[in-house]
C-alpha cells in the first residue's frame, strides 16, 4: 500500500515518528553525529506521504514530502542494506551522465555525504555549491534513515531543477570501500533508475460522503510470470441491474511484497453495445485473448507506481453502473520484473470508492492532440521535433456550456519516441495558463495527473496540445497512428460537467501534405516516388532526408490548414465545416518561468560532512 | 583634429591635466563636493585619447579611454552650456526607449548624478543599480566636465551591455528646472544620437621611418551646402611619374569648427585603364559629375567620426603610385549638417603619410560575403532576417599562401536594410575566431577598423560573412544589387601580404532558387507569377510572403548550394568548378561569450549623488 494517510484507509502506514519511538532505545546504533541546519527546516510533523521503492528488490525505499513555501522537497531514504554507501540523484531522463547526486559514501571507516555531479562522460565531482543539505541519518532495525533536503531551483548550473511532472530518480548501491568520490566508477556499480512525480499537488481532500462503498478490482492470485514485463488483463463485472453510481476515489490495492514490481493498473469500462464479454485472466498480449476485450477502453481508474489515492473534486463524480453502460470491467496490471523473480503471487488491484447519492455533476474525459494518422510524421534522425494538435475556439464555442468546463486531472500519453508533451490554454489568441506540462514526459510512466489548479475553459477557448518527439534512433520516419512504433500526442484531460465532447482533435490537411510530397517530389534531384497512389506512410518512408525536407515539413506543419475532429464520440463530429481550418494564431505567448532561487535556511555547508555510521562492513 | 597622441602630428591636443592647470587659480565655482571611489579608477595620467563630439553644435564634447584591464570606459563629457542637466547614454540603436542613462539633472538650487534607465514608453526610472559611477565634476570656462566610469558589462539587465563595434550613444539636454528623474518628458527635450566606436582596440602604434612623407588629399575651400546630406566629391592628383610608395599611416585633417559636419571621408584610387579623369569638384550626386568617376572606386583611406589615425602593421603598407596604378584619386566627403548651416566652408580632408622605403608587403583589400546579386533576397517585413555569404576551403585553397595572410583591419558593408555583420572562420568545420562582428551595425557608421587582434588565415580555411537585415518597413521583398534599396553583406578586410584573390563571394545557385519559385508556385493557392521569363527581382515581388514561403526560403539559403565567385579581380575567375559548390557544414559553433560582471572597484552609491553646481538659471 502506497498511500499513508490514515483516512480512509488504515492500512499499515511508515511514519519516522512511530519508527522512532519504536526503536528509541536502540541508541547504540542509532547515533547521528552530525544533524546540520536544522532550524526550521526538518518537517514537522516529519511526515512523509509519498512513497516509492527505487529498486526492483526494495533495498532502497525513498519517502518525501513537498513544501511549496519553502520551494523545497524533504527526502527520507531508508536504505535496508547498507554496505559503502549510496548514490541518489536526479537527470534529465534517468541517465547517469550529466547527473545531480546526493552521494553517501564509506571508505569502511569513515562516511560522508555531499552533493555531486557527474560529467557527460559519468564521471563524478563534488559540487563546488553543497544543496543537498543533510538533515539526519539514523540505524534502525530495517535500515539507515537519511533525511535531506533540496530547493526545487538552486541556481547551480551543475543542479537539476526540479519541475513540475516525472522526475527521473537514479540510484547506485555502493559495494565496496571507496576512498574518494572521484574513485567511484559509475557504470561499474548496481544502479537504477525510477520514475516518479515529485512536485505532488497540495490539494485537500474533500470529505467522503457517510454512504460511501468500496468494490476492489484485483487480480485473483495471479502468479507474476518470470519475465521483465507483462500487461495480465482481468475481467470484472458489476451486479445485474447495478445502478448509476458516482466514483468519487480510488487507491491502489498492493499485495505486501511486490511493491517494486507492480508498475501501473487501469481499470477500464467495457463498450456498452456489446450486451456481454467473456470471462478472461491473463497476459494481454496472449492470443488467447478474446478479441473483444479491445472493446474496454473508457478509463474508468489509473494508477501507478508513486501516486497516491485519487479523489474527484467535490461537486463531481465518475458515473458507472445504469442503463447505457456496461457491466463489464477490464483490470489491466503492468507487472514490472527485471530481476525475473519467479513464483510470486499478486492479487493487485483498485478500490473503487462509489456513492449512490450523485454529486451534482457527473465527470468526463475529453481527448486533446492529435488524431491519430500518418499526415502527422516525425522525420528520422530528430532530437526534439515538435507536433501540435488544436481544439479550436470554432469547436468549443459550439461544444461547451457558457459556464463553461472545469479540468482538474490530465493523463499524457505518446508512443515511445515522446520525450515532452504540454497542453496550453488560450483566449482570444493569447496564451492564458498551462494546462498540464510535462519537460521529463516518458512513455513508460503515464499516470493520471491531478492539477495543481482547476483550468476553466469557456466556449472559443483554444487548447493547444505540443508533444516533443526524439527519433534519433530510427532510421526511417515515424507516422502517426495505433502501432507501438507509430506516434500519438494525447492529452486526456478529466473535467466537469459532463460535455458531449469527447475528442477535439486535429490533423494537418491531407491536401496540403499531398502538395509537401509534390514539392520534394519536384525541388529533390533524387528520383523518390511520393506518388499519390502510395499510402501516406509510403510516402514518407521515401522521402530523402536532408534538412531542407525536414525544415519544410515543420513549415508545413506550422502553416498549413488543418483538419478538425471536434467529436461527439469517436465517430461522430458535431455539425459543422472542419476542413481546412485555420491555424489558430498565437500573438502572445506565456513566458518560461524563471527559476527563483530562495535563500536557503541556514548555512550550507562548503564540503561533503562526515557522518559517524560506525565501521561498515561487506556483509 | 582628432587625435591627441602628439606624435607625429603636435595638433592641439585637449587633456585634463593640461586644462586643469591652466584654470586652477578659478576656484570659485569649480568645487567639487562629491568625488566617489577615487581609489584607483580615476584614469592615471587622465587621458582620453577618443573624442567625438555629440551634438551638431558642439554643445556636448564627448571623450573617453578604454581600459581592457579593468574591463571599463572612462568618460569625461564637456558641456559647454549648462542649463538644468543632461542626459547621456546608449542604447541598441539609438533609441529613447528601452536606453540605459547616466543623468545630471538641476532644479535650480540642487544637482543631482544617477544612472537611469528608459522604459518601452521613453519613460525615465532609476535605476536600482547605479552602474555609471561619478568620478568628478568641475567647472571650466568652456564648460562642466564630468568625468565618470561604466564597466563594459553590469549584468545588471537594465544596463546596456558594451561589446566591439558601433556603440549607438544618445543625449538630451534639459533646458528647464527639474524636480525629479520622473518628471523629465524624454520626448520633449532636445536630444539626438552619435555613433561611435567605443571599445577601440588597444594597438601599439609601429613607429614611422625617418623619410616618412605627408600629403593632404584636401576639400579646396568648400561652401558646404545647406542640407542635411551632402555627398562631396573632389579630384586630385599624383604627380607624373610618381613612383610606388607604400602608405603606411593616415590621419584626417579638419577644419576647426567643423568637427561635428564632417561625418566621413574616403580617398579612393581611379582605375589604371583609363589615361586621365575630368577635374571635378562638387556634390557626388550631381547631374554635372562625369561618369567616369565611378570608376575611382579603389579605397585609399577611409575615416569616419570618432576614428584616429590609421596605422597599417610594421610589415606592410598600401602601394600607391608607380606603373600600373592610377595617377587619380577622389575624395568623398559625407557633410551632415542637420541644422543647415549657411556659408560654412570646409577644407578637411586626409593626410596620407608614405614612405619610398617600400615595406616587407604590400597590404590588399579582399571583399567577402555576398555577390550583387538578386538571387539573395530578404523579404518584406522581417524584423531579423540572416543572409550567409561564404569563401569556401576550396577557394583560399587555390589563392592563399601556404603562409597565409594575416586580416588586421575590416569595414563592413550594407545598405539601409542591415543591423548586424559578423565574420566568422572556420578550419576542419569548426569555427574558430570571430574577424570582425558589430551587433549593433548601422550603415551610416562604416568605418575601417583595426581588428583587436590580426587574423591569419590559411588555405582551407573558410570565412563566413552574416548579415542581419530589418525589412519591417517595407512591403515587397529587398533583393542583393547595388541600389541604395537593394541589400549587400560585404566585410572588405585588409591584410598582408596582397594576393590575386580580390574577391572571394558567394551567392545561392540559381537554379534552386528557381526551384523555389516553382515551389512557391505550386504551393499556394493564389495565381502568382513566378515564371521563368520574368526577372528574379519580379519574381520575389510577386511571392505572397506567408510564413511558409518565407520559412521555405530560408530552408532553401541553409541547404541549397552556392555559386562561389573566386576572383583575382571582380570579373576574372580564379580557374574551377564553381558553380552548385556545397555549403560549407560547421560541425562545431563558436561560443557565445558570456558576460562578465567584474567587482566595481569601491562602493558602488546605492541613490544618485548630489553635487554641488551652484545654482543653475537659464541663460
Redesign the interface.
Given at each position: 500500500m502506497q498511500t499513508s494517510r490514515s483516512k480512509p484507509c488504515s492500512c499499515p502506514s511508515f511514519k519516522l515518528r512511530e519508527v522512532a519511538s519504536m526503536y528509541f532505545t536502540m541508541i547504540a546504533v542509532f547515533l547521528v553525529i552530525l544533524v546540520v541546519a536544522l532550524q526550521g527546516s526538518v518537517p514537522r510533523g516529519s511526515d512523509f506521504p509519498y512513497k516509492v521503492p527505487l529498486d526492483p528488490q526494495g533495498l532502497l525505499e525513498l519517502s518525501w514530502n513537498v513544501s511549496y513555501p519553502e520551494q523545497a522537497v524533504h527526502f527520507q531514504l531508508l536504505v535496508r542494506d547498507l554496505q559503502f554507501g549510496l548514490l541518489f540523484g536526479m537527470s534529465d531522463r534517468g541517465e547517469f551522465e550529466n547527473a545531480d547526486l546526493a552521494v553517501l559514501w564509506s571508505d569502511g571507516r569513515n562516511s560522508y555525504f555531499g552533493d555531486a555531479w557527474s560529467d557527460a562522460k559519468g564521471q563524478l565531482h563534488m559540487d563546488s555549491q553543497q544543496d543537498y543539505q543533510l538533515l539526519g541519518a539514523r540505524r534502525a532495525p530495517e535500515g539507515l534513515y537519511l533525511l535531506f533536503r533540496r530547493a526545487f531551483s538552486t541556481c547551480d548550473p551543475k543542479d537539476y531543477l526540479i519541475e513540475d511532472g516525472t522526475v527521473h530518480l537514479i540510484y547506485g548501491i555502493l559495494e565496496k570501500p571507496v576512498h574518494s568520490l572521484q574513485a567511484i566508477n559509475i557504470s561499474a556499480i548496481h544502479r537504477g533508475l525510477q520514475r516518479v512525480q515529485l512536485l505532488k499537488p497540495n490539494i485537500t481532500v474533500p470529505e467522503l460522503p457517510s454512504d460511501i462503498k468500496t468494490m476492489e478490482i484485483t487480480a485473483p492470485d495471479v502468479v507474476i510470470p518470470s519475465q521483465e514485463t507483462t500487461y495480465w488483463c482481468y475481467m470484472a463485472e458489476l451486479a445485474e441491474g447495478f445502478p448509476k453510481h458516482h466514483i468519487i476515489m480510488y487507491e491502489p490495492v498492493i499485495t505486501a511484497g511486490n511493491e517494486a514490481l507492480v508498475h501501473h493498473m487501469e481499470v477500464f469500462q467495457c463498450a456498452a453495445k456489446f450486451d456481454s464479454f467473456p470471462h478472461y485472466n491473463g497476459p494481454c498480449d496472449s492470443k488467447m485473448k478474446p478479441d473483444r476485450l479491445n472493446y474496454c477502453r473508457h478509463v474508468l481508474a489509473a494508477w501507478a507506481m508513486g501516486a497516491q489515492a485519487f479523489y474527484y473534486p467535490e461537486e463531481a463524480g465518475l458515473a458507472f453502473g445504469g442503463p447505457g453502460s456496461s457491466r463489464y470491467l477490464r483490470l489491466e496490471i503492468h507487472y514490472h520484473n527485471p530481476l525475473v523473480f519467479k513464483g510470486r503471487r499478486d492479487s493487485s488491484g483498485i478500490r473503487l470508492y462509489y456513492t449512490a447519492t450523485l454529486r451534482r455533476y457527473d465527470a468526463g474525459i475529453m481527448e486533446l492532440g492529435l488524431v491519430y494518422t500518418p499526415v502527422m510524421a516525425i522525420p528520422p534522425g530528430e532530437d526534439a521535433f515538435l507536433l501540435t494538435g488544436y481544439c479550436t475556439d470554432k469547436c468549443t464555442q459550439l461544444a461547451l456550456p457558457a459556464a463553461g468546463i472545469r479540468i482538474f486531472a490530465s493523463q499524457l500519453h505518446t508512443h515511445l519516441a515522446g520525450r515532452k508533451v504540454v497542453t496550453v490554454l488560450s483566449r482570444d489568441g493569447r496564451e492564458r495558463q498551462v494546462v498540464n506540462a510535462d519537460g521529463h514526459y516518458s512513455p513508460h510512466f503515464q499516470e493520471i495527473r491531478m492539477l495543481k489548479e482547476v483550468v476553466a475553459v469557456f466556449p472559443g477557448d483554444e487548447l493547444i496540445t505540443t508533444c516533443t518527439y526524439n527519433t534519433e534512433d530510427r532510421s526511417r520516419a515515424t507516422v502517426g497512428g495505433f502501432g507501438i512504433l507509430e506516434e500519438m500526442c494525447v492529452n486526456y484531460v478529466h473535467y466537469y460537467p459532463q460535455t458531449q465532447l469527447e475528442l477535439c482533435k486535429s490533423a494537418v490537411d491531407p491536401g496540403y501534405l499531398h502538395?509537401y510530397f509534390?514539392?520534394v517530389n519536384?525541388?529533390n534531384d533524387e528520383e523518390v516516388c511520393t506518388c499519390p497512389q502510395v499510402s501516406v506512410p509510403q510516402q514518407f518512408f521515401s522521402v530523402p532526408w536532408?534538412?531542407?525536407n525536414r525544415?519544410?515539413l515543420?513549415?508545413?506543419y506550422?502553416?498549413?490548414p488543418i483538419s478538425m475532429h471536434c467529436n461527439k464520440s469517436s465517430a461522430v463530429r458535431f455539425p459543422g465545416d472542419w476542413e481546412k481550418q485555420p491555424l489558430p494564431t498565437i500573438t502572445e505567448r506565456l513566458r518560461e518561468p524563471v527559476p527563483r532561487c530562495p535563500p536557503t535556511p541556514g548555512p550550507r555547508p562548503a564540503a561533503p560532512v562526515p557522518l559517524n555510521l560506525g565501521e561498515l562492513r561487506r556483509d
Open positions: 502538395r509534390n514539392l519536384r525541388f536532408n534538412t531542407f525544415d519544410v515543420k513549415s508545413l506550422g502553416f498549413a
